[in-house]
Nanobody, 124 residues
């Protein structure tokens, strides 16, 4: 069974930084675009960032563009989300996901594997 394992969440003050990690099996990671989503209390899950499998082109939501950076280490089968200048509104459970269908990460309907989520809390 292919699974995603996230780590790196925690509590940080506004303006601070955190880095999330997401590890997958080699077979899943090698054929997948990697994406990050988040869900705040009382809100729907929303897209945060994605990185293409082949080109490593990246995509970001407008709310995080310029502050967050997604990357992938293909040798370690791990994706990262570097989050800088965190704001209280970034508080959410962050989920790692894969698009193993197309490998591009562009279509939200193509995400097919999900991690268990990791909590990020930003305090004032």
């Amino acid at each position: 069974q292919e699974e995603l394992v996230e780590s790196g969440g925690g509590t940080v003050q506004s303006g601070g930084s955190l880095t999330l990690s997401c590890s997958a099996s080699e077979s899943l990671f090698s054929r997948s675009a990697m994406g990050w989503f988040r869900q705040a209390p009382g809100k729907e899950r929303e897209f945060v960032a994605a990185i293409d499998r082949h080109t490593e082109r990246t995509y970001y939501s407008e709310s995080v563009k310029g502050r967050f950076q997604i990357s992938r280490d293909n040798a370690k089968h791990t994706a990262f989300l570097q989050m800088n200048n965190l704001r209280r509104e970034d508080t959410a459970v962050y989920y790692c996901s894969t698009d193993s269908l197309t490998g591009t990460g562009r279509n939200l309907n193509d995400y097919d594997h999900w991690g268990q989520g990791t909590q990020v809390t930003v305090t004032s």
